[in-house]
């Protein structure tokens, strides 16, 4: 079983920044796949950012791109969503996930609340 534990989350201004965490409990963190979703009320979760368990492979959702930056620390088991230039339609709860490359096997965290009003 592994643990997924977000931080970061917070209320900023339109044009604000955050920086999320994730946190993972395991020892083969270089074995997962690592992504952050979001869910905003009445809508379905979305997928934002993927990363390789390399970090060499690394996908947006096209209305991130340019804006948040995914990247993972596997010394730390760590990681990381960098979101600049933060739009009121960015308002969502992020969550992050993790699929194990070989099993399969999928964790999801508890998720963090992003808040983007003037």
């Known amino acids: 079983q592994v643990q997924l534990v977000e931080s970061g989350g917070g209320t900023v201004q339109p044009g604000g920044s955050l920086r999320l965490s994730c946190a993972a409990s395991?020892?083969?963190?270089?074995?997962?796949?690592m992504c952050w979703h979001r869910q905003a009320p009445g809508s379905q979760r979305e997928l934002v950012a993927a990363?390789?368990?390399?970090?060499?492979?690394?996908n947006y959702k096209d209305s991130v791109k340019g804006r948040f930056t995914i990247s993972r620390d596997n010394t730390h088991n760590t990681v990381y969503l960098q979101m600049n230039n933060l739009k009121p339609e960015d308002t969502a709860a992020y969550y992050c996930?993790?699929?194990?490359?070989?099993?399969?096997?999928?964790?999801w965290g508890q998720g963090t609340q992003v808040t983007v009003h003037a």
């Open positions: 395991t020892t083969f963190f270089n074995q997962y796949v």
């Open positions: 996930y993790a699929q194990h490359t070989y099993t399969k096997r999928e964790y």
């Open positions: 990363i390789s368990p390399s970090g060499t492979t690394i």
